[in-house]
């Protein structure tokens, strides 16, 4: 299975979000710091996260982004699935 940086940076928000659960919210600006990645395309993996319900945006000065629902809930592979689409362990087993 192949993921890609968009996959990666995703996972790598996720568990940032997760890792300051009920600590309030994180500034994007943050997040691309702690994350290593590169801020428009953060922003781009913000908006599909958040169209995931996976996270939540707060605005304003003090705004930031926020986990959606517990940590407990979130899956690496839910995550995974919904940036990348349907995986399987190798390619030959697509019914295609």
Known sequence: ?????KGDYGLKTILSLALHYNKG???IQE????GDIPFKFLEQI??????GGFV??????DGGYFLARAPETITVGDVIRFIE???EPV??????
Do not use: H, N, W
């Open 31 to 34: 997040l691309a710091k702690k």
């Open 56 to 61: 939540e945006s707060k605005r304003g000065i």
């Open 91 to 96: 390619a030959c087993v697509k019914k295609d």
């Open 85 to 87: 689409g349907p995986i």
């Open 1 to 5: 299975m192949k993921i890609t940086y």
């Open 46 to 51: 913000l908006l599909t996260l958040k169209k």
């Open 25 to 27: 919210v994180l500034p």
